[in-house]
């Protein structure tokens, strides 16, 4: 009796003979020095593993820059960083004397009672460098390098926003607590979209992924994104999660997101997104040690113009840790419950003067 294999057999042969033709390839090519592109078992490019944008390159070019530094400036700008930072990591003086009452006078950590100790900060120490080029900012379009102007509704709606809030305190009201303070979500635009390096530290992501999911997470604050692959089922336009409803599909070897619903309090740059911004990423392995990261931000409501930029992920051989934010969130029962103790004091004092 003849045999005549099933079609299922058939597509088990096809497939094993054509991993085993990419397995043959790869060897040869690595046998002769070449890099190869790393596979999952569907054939695309792997992205996995633990990667980092921090960088010293500006989000924004100054305007009399050019668009790449000269071999001679990065070296200068980065020498310039490394020297720095030793001098800031040097041991604290045990005799300094103590800060003064209200902090130093500078903003962030450092404004208080001394913040961090430099030890700790991990800003960057490199030049981005894009395509072989220096960069002298992430953004790349517009060509200029810099943010495109507001729209009339963006400042009218930001003007609204600040006259409400300048009716209290910035930590008068559990609703106007700022989201870092309370370790929501990564501080500036760490978890994206777009991922932004934040330039203070752990500017580090490790990414997961499957044929029907990719999951990126971010050190800071342990933000996680799920991004789900193949035909997008968009959420209603009034569910608008934490780093908003993303999808993803492949186009040749590149990863291309697309996310919309962005969640309201999720700012850039103080500038909350409509509900028609739409955020395009695309990640390109280039090499062993380097993702090729793209965005395009598209908010007509709020932007004269899509933005976008381009950043160097580079692998990061290290491990990532959970970042211990002090979860001001969970303090908050705490905190109101020491307001409203105020309020009885203040209370009780106005009573006894009557």
Wanted: some cysteine.
């Amino acid at each position: 009796m003849r045999y005549t294999p099933s079609i299922l057999a058939v597509f088990l042969m096809v497939g094993i003979t054509g991993l085993f033709s990419q397995v043959t390839a790869q060897v040869q090519a690595r046998a002769a020095g070449q890099w190869v592109m790393p596979r999952t078992a569907d054939g695309h490019p792997d992205l996995q593993g633990n990667w980092t944008n921090a960088t010293i390159t500006p989000i924004q070019r100054r305007r009399d820059q050019d668009a790449v530094y000269s071999p001679e400036e990065a070296l200068r700008l980065e020498g310039g960083r490394a020297a720095r930072t030793e001098a800031l990591n040097q041991p604290s003086d045990p005799d300094r004397k103590a800060p003064p009452v209200g902090g130093d006078g500078s903003t962030g950590a450092a404004g208080g009672v001394g913040g961090y100790n430099y030890f700790w900060i991990d800003a960057g120490s490199k030049v981005a460098k894009f395509n072989g080029e220096l960069r002298t900012s992430l953004i790349v379009d517009p060509p200029d390098g810099r943010y495109p102007s507001r729209t009339d509704a963006a400042r009218q709606r930001m003007s609204e926003a600040s006259q409400f809030r300048r009716q209290f305190g910035q930590y008068d009201n559990p609703e106007n607590r700022p989201l870092a303070e309370r370790c929501i979500v990564s501080f500036g635009s760490n978890a994206g979209p777009p991922m932004l390096p934040n330039y203070f530290y752990n500017n580090n992501y490790t990414i997961v992924q499957t044929h029907d999911h990719i999951m990126i997470m971010t050190e800071m604050v342990h933000d996680v994104r799920i991004i789900r692959m193949g035909t997008p089922k968009p959420l209603p336009k009034n569910v608008r999660p934490w780093f908003g409803d993303s999808w993803g599909h492949w186009e040749g070897d590149t990863l291309v997101v697309e996310t919309t619903n962005i969640y309201p309090l999720q700012t850039f740059r103080g500038i909350p997104p409509s509900e028609h911004l739409k955020v395009i990423e695309r990640f390109t392995r280039a090499d062993e040690e380097t993702i090729l990261y793209e965005f395009t931000v598209d908010d007509p409501t709020m932007y004269t113009e899509p933005w976008g930029g381009e950043i160097p992920f580079q692998a990061f051989d290290d491990m990532l840790y959970e970042y211990s934010c002090h979860e001001g969130n969970y303090a908050l029962t705490n905190i109101l419950s020491g307001a409203r103790y105020q309020e009885r004091q203040r209370e009780r004092t106005q009573f006894e003067q009557r």
